[in-house]
């Protein structure tokens, strides 16, 4: 398949090593993967504040961007809700922005859907020895609703132990421009998550959204609590070798 890995703002400027995670995981399962060097946001920033002309031109790059591909991963449960769910409601009905939108956007899939729904499947030769515990990102649970999909990649990587997050549910307190609007809110339901996660003697917490892990693992590091966080597509890039 020709596929076009979507990084996303966070991934392209803080955590370049999770889009190469993607890239390297994708072709080791035969994948031809591309990166459009002229993609930029999505625009769910402008959109959820208010900015709505703004979120129409950033999507309307997006779907000139993507045209063309059998699918678009993106390492982010986040964007690719955005781009779904929310780029539909923007377009004039019957526009032409309307039409490309309706072309490119069901394309778009989160890593773990790519991989489980799309190329079917669940054991992708990775291996991790660590105990590892998962948090559902808010888009990614509510949104795209990915449910075990994360889950049953995770337990067929070799050497995981994956431990059950109490109150997995909850939002972290991230919520993009949540966080600072209400940063004291923000901080008490992140330091509400890091108690959960303490709580299950995890080494590793994974989730499918870096915005979410970089917002917890704040609060881990400060509380120098020793868990690490890590995205979910480094952990299924693992290898014996990579240890």
Not at 11 to 23: H, R, S
Not at 37 to 66: D, I, K, P, S, W
Not at 91 to 110: D, L, N, T
Not at 132 to 140: A, D, F, M
């Amino acid at each position: 398949m020709r596929v076009a890995l979507f990084i996303t703002c966070v991934n392209d400027t803080l955590f370049p090593g999770t889009g190469k995670a993607v890239v390297s995981l994708l072709r080791r399962l035969g994948c031809e993967v591309d990166f459009p060097a002229a993609q930029t946001c999505c625009g769910q920033m402008h959109v959820n504040t208010g900015y709505r002309a703004e979120g129409v031109r950033l999507a309307r790059h997006f779907t000139e961007v993507f045209a063309g591909y059998d699918a678009v991963v993106a390492p982010s449960g986040s964007c690719a809700a955005m781009v779904r769910e929310q780029y539909p409601k923007l377009a004039r009905p019957g526009s032409k922005g309307a039409a490309a939108i309706a072309e490119v956007a069901p394309k778009v899939y989160e890593l773990s859907e790519f991989l489980i729904d799309v190329l079917k499947v669940e054991d992708v030769g990775a291996y991790f020895p660590h105990r590892v515990t998962y948090h559902p990102t808010c888009h990614s649970l509510r949104g795209l609703r990915l449910g075990d999909r994360p889950a049953r990649l995770l337990r067929h990587v070799r050497g995981l132990e994956l431990v059950p997050l109490p109150g997995a549910e909850e939002c972290c307190g991230f919520g993009g421009t949540f966080a600072v609007k209400n940063p004291a809110v923000s901080a008490a339901m992140g330091a509400d998550k890091t108690r959960n996660i303490m709580d299950t003697g995890a080494e590793v917490l994974c989730a499918a959204d870096n915005s979410c892990l970089m917002h917890i693992g704040g609060t881990l590091s400060r509380q120098k609590t020793g868990v690490r966080t890590m995205h979910l597509a480094e952990i299924l890039a693992s290898t014996e070798e990579s240890q």
